[in-house]
């Protein structure tokens, strides 16, 4: 699926509460919390309100009129029951909140009572009207309140109409002694803003959707797997699919949870994958969903770290908390942050981008999160533990950056793998509402084996949905429907990513760097003479031979991944993020050598000089020649090679791939005679398995 490999720039703080007239109250910012389920805190036995002692159970207004006289925060957590020491993290549950909001209640005089249940039913409508009754105690309110903003919405409201009520002292007392819900109430609200939404494809340049909407659950399993090598486009259709990847699976929500018989915590995770697979949108919406009040409650704040934003960090020595303001302003009275008793997580996402020397061995120890030193050594010291060590870090990477962190530093591993079957089906079920349409697009994605492969990335499957978004909105527009331009879209995506992400070109346009033709051309022909010998795995004397760099092709492109072993001291493997992107880079790197170089690198000589600046060999030669080498393969290995080629002669593949490579040949439309040849081989029937790709070739060619 994809998206923004980067996350929106560190939001504000939130407004600070101002003083206003009650009748010109302050809500132009709307930020309450939505409706939340936390049920009746009045009406439960249970709850809260059967604790308070028969003394306070009293009519609120005489209580009220007995003094407004301010409330003491030691008073407070005395008469709310809660401790004043260890269990500090007390503060964040619901029954402190209620009795909080209850004792501020309880000191307004009759008329500011009054004048605050009319801010309520008037200024949020929304939420109360048919709601709270206008004889509601103040029990009723701070239930009403509670069940109808959730906790953290709930102090929101009470401290601004507090202060709108002109009874600032009050407002004030709640809010030191709630301090640790106001803060992450204000936290959730800025993280809810920022990763709300998501771009599709190319950050800014694809419609920008709420997350929820788009949002399609994604296989992740408790450790680092090698990469497939079986073919899997050659394997039985009935097996496909349904096999079954090595580790366990686990909800992304759960990875700080120990599985069954695992007894050590887990502090820090590290979770590869391969580009394009989802890694910055499975972080948005664990961040959103504790926004929402869903999974992981337990942990009380959470400050997300992209390593793109930690670059752009200018100042040389920086404390902790001097680097968490930076984000979060609001965070700056975060005094609390050591004690054991909160629970912190922080999200460094994107390893691969990072800048910054990480040098895990020789940085100086730092444990107080007020030392000022340079941000590399806080966040090695942050990842080693030294750094607030009660604190959980979770760490997403490309697989190829992972060695970045040492074996010491990370307690589990967890590999994102991408969509399963049903969860293609589920993500394109989200993409197209009309049954016809979906039906249509599901029968594509199914028909072609190698397509449906290929969309486990859920990149991919936004190419896909892309290309038939425009064809249904436009049945006479010409979009890309054979297999060989999907896969020319999704080399022309990758590449413009990679100078967004790591070149810092502008989204939205088709910015290419100088070096782009040469890379594309030298790992084609890197995959074609891979494919030569049937090797999909190569070496990094490989790269080095085709002046191919590890870290543009491995960490940068997206295109190829690195093979994980259990003994690290073996040489290092690579290859393509799937088979089948080999075999297509193969067909390109054959099909501009002809017509660029007028040369067949699949075995027909060269021409003389003279003979080829008049007369070039035929394409045809080049299909005959392939053909041959297709049909002579036992195992297939050659039959996407093939249809990949002829689908690199059909115009608006070429059109695609133009503007990137500017200087390639434009091949002639393929003559009939190709097409009466590879209709009379399949009428010969000399090898089933092979004519029967032949009838995929002429489908490239949209002929058939």
């Known amino acids: 699926m994809s998206l923004p490999e980067g996350s929106e720039s560190p939001a504000g703080s939130m407004p600070d509460l101002q003083s206003v007239d009650v009748g010109e109250p302050n809500w132009a910012d709307g930020t309450e919390a939505p409706p939340s389920s936390y049920g009746s805190m009045k009406s439960d036995e249970n709850s809260v309100t059967s604790e308070i002692p028969e003394e306070e159970k009293e009519d609120p207004a005489a209580a009220a009129s007995s003094g407004v006289g301010l409330m003491q925060s030691s008073d407070l957590e005395e008469d709310a029951g809660m401790p004043n020491s260890a269990t500090e993290d007390a503060t964040l549950e619901l029954p402190y909140i209620f009795k909080s909001i209850q004792k501020t209640l309880n000191n307004l005089s009759e008329m500011k009572l009054l004048l605050f249940k009319m801010c309520l039913l008037k200024h949020h409508a929304e939420y109360f009207e048919g ?10 309110i701070v239930d009403k309140m509670l069940e109808r903003c959730g906790k953290g919405g709930a102090l929101n409201v009470t401290l601004r109409v507090l202060h709108d009520i002109k009874v600032h002292d009050l407002a004030e007392e709640l809010e ?7 803060l992450q109430h204000d936290l959730k609200t800025c993280l809810k803003r920022r990763y709300d939404c998501i771009f599709e494809g190319i950050a800014r340049q694809g419609n920008q959707s709420f997350l929820s909407y788009v949002y399609t659950d994604m296989q992740m399993v408790s450790d680092r797997n090698a990469v497939n090598r079986e073919h899997e486009v050659r394997q039985d259709e009935t097996s496909h699919g349904n096999q079954v990847r090595q580790g366990t699976a686990i909800p992304c929500s759960d990875i700080f949870r120990c599985l069954p018989g695992q007894y ?3 502090r820090n995770v590290l979770t590869t994958g391969i580009a394009g697979i989802g890694l910055t949108v499975c972080v948005q919406k664990y961040i959103l969903d504790w926004t929402e009040e869903k999974p992981n409650q337990d942990i009380h704040f959470i400050f997300p770290l992209p390593f793109r934003e930690l670059n752009l960090i200018k100042e040389d020595r920086i404390s902790l908390r001097d680097l968490i303001c930076i984000f979060f302003p609001d965070m700056k009275e975060m005094d609390f942050i050591e004690k054991k008793d909160c629970r912190v997580l922080f999200i460094l996402d994107g390893l691969d981008v990072c800048k910054l020397p990480l040098n895990f061995q020789e940085n100086d120890k730092v444990s107080d999160i007020e030392q000022r030193t340079t941000p590399q050594v806080l966040l090695t010291n942050l990842m080693l533990g030294n750094l607030l060590p009660s604190a959980h870090v979770w760490i997403t990477s490309r697989s190829a950056a992972a060695n970045l962190i040492p074996f010491e530093c990370v307690h589990w591993y967890t590999e994102l793998c991408g969509f399963n079957d049903d969860q293609k089906k589920a993500y394109f079920t989200q993409k197209f509402k009309d ?8 029968s594509r994605v199914t028909s072609a084996r190698s397509l449906h492969i290929m969309c486990h990335i859920p990149v991919f499957c936004w190419i896909v949905a892309t290309v038939f978004e425009r064809k249904f909105a ?20 990758q590449l413009h990513m990679k100078n967004q992400k790591y070149y810092g070109m502008k989204a ?28 999909f795995v190569f070496h990094e004397v490989d790269l080095r031979e085709y002046g191919l760099g590890f870290r543009d092709v491995v960490l940068h492109s997206g295109l190829c991944t690195e093979i994980y072993k259990q003994d690290s001291c073996q040489e290092r493997e690579f290859c393509f993020v799937h088979q089948t992107l080999q075999e297509y880079l193969a067909a390109l790197h054959v099909h501009y050598t002809f017509l660029n170089r007028h040369q ?3 075995g027909q ?28 393969s036992g195992d297939g290995h050659l039959d996407l090679f093939l249809r990949f080629l002829f689908g690199l002669s059909e115009h608006s593949t070429q059109e695609i791939l133009r503007g990137l490579l500017k200087r390639m040949g434009v091949a002639p439309p393929v003559p009939e005679e190709m097409t009466n040849y590879i209709e009379k081989l399949r009428s010969e029937n000399s090898n089933p398995e092979r004519c029967g790709n032949l009838a995929h070739c002429l489908r490239e060619l949209q002929l058939s």
């Not at 709601?131 to 009723?140: G, M, S, T, W």
């Not at 006479?476 to 297999?483: E, N, S, Y």
């Not at 021409?607 to 002579?632: G, H, V, W």
Request: aromatic share 8%.
């Open 131 to 140: 709601h709270l009754d206008k004889n509601a105690d103040i029990l009723d």
């Open 176 to 182: 030191k002694s709630c301090i640790r819900l106001r």
């Open 264 to 266: 050590k915590p887990v």
């Open 435 to 442: 049954p016809a349409q979906l039906c249509q697009v599901l």
């Open 474 to 493: 436009d049945p006479d527009r010409t979009v890309i429907t054979t297999l060989t331009q999907f896969y020319t879209h999704y080399l022309v995506l």
């Open 508 to 535: 939205g346009l088709q910015q290419w760097q100088d070096t782009d033709p040469e890379f594309v051309l030298k790992l084609a022909k890197l995959a074609f003479e891979q494919l030569e010998k049937d090797r």
């Open 600 to 602: 067949n690198v699949l």
């Open 605 to 632: 000589p060269l021409k003389n000089t003279i003979s080829k600046i008049f007369k070039p060999a035929p394409m045809c030669d080049l299909y005959k020649t392939a053909i041959e080498r297709a049909m002579q």
